[in-house]
T-cell receptor
Framework: NAGVTQTPKFQVLKTGQSMTLQCAQD?????MSWYRQDPGMGLRLIHY???????DQGEVPNGYNVSRSTTEDFPLRLLSAAPSQTSVYFC????????????FGPGTRLTVL | DAKTTQPTSMDCAEGRAANLPCNHS???????VYWYRQIHSQGPQYIIH???NNETNEMASLIITEDRKSSTLILPHATLRDTAVYYC??????????FGAGTRLTVKP
């Protein structure tokens, strides 16, 4: 199993540009989530999904969209990038929302100029 | 805001036990205590969790006080590879995982 994979690893955007961060898992996990981590801080939940076709907002959802058309994939879209969205983004998955162990991807480091 | 308080940093000698404290005085009855760690800039890694009983797995032990207002993560024989930021999280499900700043543990030779 590859686990949780994220692409790209690094990305530089200009203010106002849009892009999609990709996340995929091959563990047949129902629950997937996106976090952001700003320098020197812990992770904050952006959006999560309890299964295909179902998504919901986390702690810091503004400026981001998600969709979950398949169990495997959970892309995160930045509609109009802002410098405040410069961060490291982590995707995670687990069996369900009550399962105890989340598996995290390696992260995408995003810089918005 | 995170519901936990942890020391900013700690040092530990290689081969010795590392004891990482966490205060969670406002924990609710159905909330679990989770520990994750983050090595350098990698994604966080699950370590252990518990509700009210002490727990042990191949990585660590978790000691929760009887009133559940604090806990201690114990790495029994710390190695250099255990150098990381350790996060103590209190939650009842994954939809409300709030990572604070954590404790930066440095294991020294």
């Amino acid at each position: 199993n590859a686990g949780v994979t994220q692409t790209p690893k690094f990305q530089v955007l200009k203010t106002g540009q849009s892009m999609t961060l990709q996340c995929a898992q091959d563990m047949n996990h129902e629950y997937m989530s996106w976090y952001r981590q700003d320098p020197g801080m812990g992770l904050r939940l952006i959006h999560y999904s309890v299964g295909a076709g179902i998504t919901d907002q986390g702690e810091v959802p503004n400026g981001y969209n998600v969709s979950r058309s398949t169990t495997e994939d959970f892309p995160l879209r930045l509609l109009s990038a802002a410098p405040s969205q410069t961060s490291v983004y982590f995707c995670a998955s687990t069996r369900d929302y009550l399962d105890n162990e989340q598996f995290f991807g390696p992260g995408t480091r995003l810089t918005v100029l | 805001d995170a519901k936990t308080t942890q020391p900013t940093s700690m040092d530990c000698a290689e081969g010795r036990a590392a004891n990482l404290p966490c205060n969670h005085s406002t924990i609710s009855g159905n909330e679990y205590v989770y520990w994750y760690r983050q090595i350098h800039s990698q994604g966080p890694q699950y370590i252990i969790h518990g509700l009210k009983n002490n727990e042990t797995n191949e990585m660590a032990s978790l000691i929760i006080t009887e009133d559940r207002k604090s806990s201690t993560l114990i790495l029994p024989h710390a190695t250099l590879r255990d150098t990381a930021v350790y996060y103590c999280i209190v939650t009842y499900n994954n939809n409300d995982m709030r990572f604070g700043a954590g404790t930066r543990l440095t294991v020294k030779p």
